[in-house]
């Protein structure tokens, strides 16, 4: 793929990850924060505010802030640089890698946006489930970053596959 297209695919990603989630975020604050859970499809899908000090479902929201700053803003942030240079380096990167990766950083920046900008939380809003069987609440940047690493992960797996290098 010639280096313009790709850069240009890395944007759209970046910015189209970045501005949706931001602007569900907002609508979040907006909507969902002065009111109680708003259910859905049989209570299959819930739609409340939460802001979340920690990682994936809270993970670390119990340590000391410096901590939480250091972990979710300083080394968050050199992964993102160093998932951008990757980027930008490693031209042999098929497709589905460099999109894997781009929303990997999108989601990223998206919630960084949240943890600088929002006193350290990123704000949740979705939670899927049925009966007593639920997700823990996220929010877009969340699924960015999930659906990115799982393009990273088949690309990895076809690759092995491919060379014979599979177990």
């Known amino acids: ?14 910015v189209s990850c970045t501005g949706c989630d931001q ?18 499809l049989n209570d299959s899908i819930r739609f409340e505010y939460v802001e979340n000090q920690g990682a994936l479902l ?7 802030r410096e901590v939480r700053f250091v972990l979710f803003v300083i080394l968050a942030s050199a992964s993102l640089v160093l998932t951008l240079a990757l980027i ?6 098929g497709l589905r890698p460099l ?10 920046m998206g919630n960084l946006i ?8 990123v704000v949740d809003f979705v939670r899927f489930g049925i009966g007593c069987v ?18 990273l ?9 491919e060379t014979g290098n599979a177990a």
Do not use: H, Q, Y
């Not at 949240?114 to 939380?121: A, E, K, M, P, V």
């Open 1 to 14: 793929m010639r280096r313009v297209c790709r850069l240009g695919l890395v944007i759209l990603t970046l």
């Open 23 to 40: 602007a569900t975020k907002s609508m979040a604050r907006e909507w969902l924060a002065p009111s109680p859970p708003i259910s859905v």
């Open 58 to 64: 809270g993970l670390g929201s119990n340590m000391p």
């Open 88 to 93: 930008a380096r490693v031209r042999s990167l």
């Open 99 to 108: 999109i894997g990766l781009s929303l990997v950083a999108g989601g990223g």
């Open 114 to 121: 949240d943890r600088i900008f929002n006193n350290g939380t």
């Open 134 to 151: 639920r997700t823990g609440v996220f929010n877009l940047a969340d699924v960015a970053i999930m659906v990115g690493i799982v393009m």
């Open 153 to 161: 992960l088949v690309s990895s797996a076809r690759g092995m596959k």
